[in-house]
């Protein structure tokens, strides 16, 4: 059963290899791969499908790198040649609706997230390095009870760096609940306006 990814349908390798073999007019036909290279961690494999007179009907490229995902890291060859194998039965017309198939996809998604963390985590890395004075000093005074000093430092810094820095504990950022709860509190704000705000 295809995958619904964005509204589309996407065949798994596994389906469309299923399909290829159980359909009559594929009897004896074969699906052959070929490592292209292999050069520490990079995988270049082809797959090659052929009918019963072994004239090629489709072939499918792919690359892998050692390491790129979870499964890349124990079984970067085999992941390559799965895809080859996909791509070449896409090329067949077994591809469902989309070409790439399924697991391609949800590679592809699961990279793109990785990738959006890794930014957010830098930008916040990078927030924190250069104004871990100010980190320090609000950490500090939140955690004796200091405010005005804690507030003094959170309220000079400009916007942009507040949120880069206000990320909640589970998504990484540098204040524990406890801490935002006491920046984003009313108190913490009138010990540095005063009452009147």
Known sequence: MPIKIHNKD?????ERVNEFRNEDKYKHWSIETEILRFEGDDCIIKAVIMDDKQA??????????????????????????????GRAL??????????????????????QAVKDALGKAKTLL???????SSVMV????VAIG?????????????????????????AGGCFSTK???????TEFRQAYYGDGK
Not at 56 to 85: F, M, R
Not at 90 to 111: F, P, R
Request: hydrophobic fraction near 40%; aromatic fraction near 6%; charged fraction near 25%.
């Open 146 to 170: 200091e405010l005005s000093a804690a507030s003094e430092e959170w309220f000079t810094l400009d916007d942009e760096v507040k949120a880069k820095l206000w990320l909640s504990t589970t």
């Open 56 to 85: 090629i009907k489709a072939t499918g490229l792919a690359h892998e790198v050692q390491g790129s995902t979870n499964i890349n890291k124990t079984s970067h060859v085999e992941n390559c040649e799965t895809s080859a194998i």
């Open 138 to 141: 609000i950490k500090e005074g």
């Open 126 to 132: 990078d927030a924190v390095m250069q104004y871990h």
């Open 90 to 111: 896409a090329a067949l017309g077994l591809a469902g609706t989309e070409y790439a198939s399924g697991d391609e996809v949800g590679t592809a998604i699961i990279n």
């Open 179 to 185: 801490e935002r709860e006491a920046i984003a509190s």
């Open 10 to 14: 996407y065949k798994t390798v596994v």
